[in-house]
């Protein structure tokens, strides 16, 4: 069983930046795909970035450029470094680890961007 404990949500101005962090208990880490998700008021939850056990990553459309998804498998921690933030970037984000047909999630993190 993994659990996830997400941090570094909060508040910031529009053109900001956050790292948000998501730290996974277990042995088993690194054979893990890690993504982060997010979800806004009224809308379904939607990928953000993924990185594969290999390193292979994957951004949304909206956050490429902005958003770097990297992981310290020493640490059993997974982040994502969020710049240019923009106020559509507000929401709950959500860390993800998955290995064959495991899925687990984290209890999820606020980001506010104000304009």
């Known amino acids: 069983q993994v659990q996830l404990v997400e941090s570094g949500g909060g508040l910031v101005q529009a053109g900001g930046s956050l790292r948000l962090s998501c730290a996974a208990s277990?042995?088993?880490?690194?054979?893990?795909?890690m993504g982060w998700f997010r979800q806004a008021p009224g809308k379904e939850r939607e990928l953000v970035a993924t990185?594969?056990?290999?390193?292979?990553?994957n951004y949304a459309d909206s956050v490429k450029g902005r958003f770097t998804i990297s992981r310290d498998n020493a640490k059993n921690t997974v982040y994502m470094q969020m710049n240019s933030l923009k106020p559509e970037d507000t929401a709950v984000y959500y860390c993800?680890?998955?290995?064959?047909?495991?899925?687990?999630w984290g209890q999820g993190t606020q980001v506010f961007v104000s304009s």
């Open positions: 990185m594969t056990s290999g390193g292979s990553t």
């Open positions: 277990g042995r088993t880490f690194s054979a893990y795909a």
């Open positions: 993800k680890a998955a290995w064959g047909k495991a899925e687990h």
